[in-house]
């Protein structure tokens, strides 16, 4: 979640110097685990429970995950997503594995925020920020937050990642593939380039995907070819058209 040189973000005074931030989510359990169930549906004495399952396994994967990017990233900085004052158990147990899991890096200087205070930080001191370790919920929030506050969420790449690396990953923009503007020619490829670019990097090929980054670096930076949503006319296939002459 990066605001590139060229793009007029929302937030006013900030810019590219900002907002860089990585957010990991947890992809396989926590609050979309889709435990739970309906009684007495259509009557008034329904009941709808949805019910979160977070174990020490996954968080830890997770957590440990994000921990293992910070330590790579200039300043090593790692903000963790909770709400532990209020869901006295899933996440409670989640800041335990975060301090258990933060003595095995010393160097990453780890601190925890309530889910809404850092909403609020992401659009007031962006700046603070650098990773974001989140549950499938708050991750899920707070990418498409973190894509807004960069220009938008045509622009964001994204990645489900196998950390073991023993099944394949999958890559797409942060806010998925847009089905509602399918057809229409006005969908902003960038976010799903940049995920190539991710892919790329991901099988061990740094040099192409630092090519593809620079393609759309100098594309934005020009700030003449880009898509209704960063305030531009132009289609799906003149911005990709474009991206693929800088390559």
């Known amino acids: 979640m990066r605001?590139?040189?060229?793009?007029?973000g929302p937030l006013t005074g900030r810019g590219p110097a900002d907002v860089d931030m990585v957010c990991?989510?947890?992809n396989s359990e926590g609050e979309y685990a889709g435990v739970g169930g309906r009684l007495h549906p259509g009557t008034p004495h329904e009941v709808a429970?949805?019910?979160?399952?977070?174990?020490?396994?996954?968080?830890?994967?997770?957590?440990?995950?994000?921990?293992?990017?910070?330590?790579?990233?200039?300043?090593?900085?790692?903000a963790s997503a909770t709400k532990s004052n209020a869901l006295q158990h899933s996440m409670v147990m989640w800041d335990e594995v975060v301090e258990d899991v933060a003595r095995d890096?010393?160097?990453?200087?780890?601190?925890?925020?309530?889910?809404?205070?850092?909403a609020a930080r992401m659009v007031t001191h962006p700046q603070t920020l650098d990773f974001i370790v989140g549950s499938n919920l708050f991750?899920?929030?707070?990418?498409?937050?973190?894509?807004?506050?960069?220009?938008?969420?045509?622009?964001?790449?994204?990645?489900?990642?196998?950390?073991s690396r023993e099944h394949p990953?999958?890559?797409?923009?942060i806010h998925g593939s847009a089905p509602d503007i399918a057809g229409r020619g006005i969908a902003n490829p960038i976010g799903a380039i940049w995920a190539g670019a991710m892919m790329l990097e991901h099988l061990g090929h740094?040099?192409?995907?630092?090519?593809?980054?620079?393609?759309?670096?100098?594309?934005?930076?020009?700030?003449?070819?880009?898509?209704?949503?960063?305030?531009?006319?132009?289609t799906?296939?003149?911005?990709?058209?474009?991206l693929l002459a800088r390559i």
């Open 3 to 8: 605001l590139l040189p060229g793009i007029r």
């Open 24 to 26: 990991v989510r947890e």
């Open 49 to 78: 429970e949805q019910t979160g399952v977070f174990t020490r396994r996954g968080t830890e994967r997770i957590v440990r995950y994000a921990f293992e990017l910070a330590a790579a990233r200039p300043r090593r900085l790692l």
């Open 105 to 118: 890096y010393p160097a990453v200087t780890a601190r925890k925020y309530h889910i809404d205070a850092l």
């Open 139 to 163: 991750g899920d929030i707070l990418t498409d937050l973190g894509a807004a506050v960069s220009g938008s969420l045509g622009v964001a790449p994204g990645a489900n990642i196998n950390p």
């Open 169 to 173: 990953s999958m890559f797409e923009p």
């Open 206 to 234: 740094p040099e192409p995907a630092a090519g593809l980054l620079s393609a759309i670096v100098s594309l934005l930076a020009e700030g003449e070819i880009r898509t209704a949503d960063l305030g531009g006319t132009a």
């Open 236 to 242: 799906t296939t003149d911005v990709t058209a474009a």
